[in-house]
């Protein structure tokens, strides 16, 4: 997995705990945030598709 070294996890996770129905969801891929560049990046998307959904 790689590390996204723009912004750290701990921004997410820090925020998750303080927003009220927060949901954090991890998308482990070799692009880090830019996910969409990925060889797999069909699984990551539907991942996104599916939390925006809910």
């Known amino acids: 997995m790689l590390i996204d070294k723009a912004v750290s996890i701990e ?13 954090l969801i991890r998308i482990d891929n070799a692009w880090g945030h830019v996910f969409w560049l990925d060889e797999q990046s069909d699984r990551a998307i539907s991942q996104l598709i599916r939390f925006i959904e809910e």
């Open 11 to 23: 921004h997410a996770e820090y925020a998750n705990k303080r927003i009220t129905d927060a949901k």
